[in-house]
């Protein structure tokens, strides 16, 4: 399974940024589609995911600012981010979960960079 992401770049603090990633297939009876990032000298964190039935989870400091979403007919999940601030400054990888074969399987996508700085 691949994974293309797109849509980062830089942005002035309260702007807005849609990333897009696309999956080549996602076969199988259930899958998760999500967003991560990675700032500088952090770790790599969950900063939204959805479900194949529509259940959507954020954490905390993207939620009301964040919205994901999905097109199951294209494989493709989206992040829309507004309200950026300074800390939403990361590389976003996008990643989606397979259940295929009684497991699941974890495809991961190159990243994109979001700046978001005056």
């Known amino acids: 399974v691949q994974l293309q992401a797109s849509g980062g770049g830089l942005v002035q603090p309260g702007g807005s940024l849609r990333l897009s990633c696309a999956a080549s297939?996602?076969?199988?009876?259930?899958?998760?589609m999500g967003w991560y990032r990675q700032a500088p000298g952090n770790q790599r964190e969950l900063v939204a995911m959805?479900?194949?039935?529509?259940?959507?989870n954020y954490t905390n400091s993207v939620r009301g600012r964040f919205t994901i979403s999905r097109d199951n007919a294209k494989n493709t999940v989206y992040l829309q981010m507004n309200s950026l601030k300074p800390e939403d400054t990361a590389v976003y990888y996008c990643?989606?979960?397979?259940?295929?074969?009684?497991?699941?399987?974890?495809?991961w996508g190159q990243g994109t960079l979001v700046t978001v700085s005056s």
């Open positions: 990643k989606v979960v397979l259940y295929r074969d009684e497991k699941w399987l974890h495809y």
């Open positions: 959805s479900t194949i039935g529509g259940t959507s």
């Open positions: 297939e996602t076969r199988g009876p259930s899958n998760i």
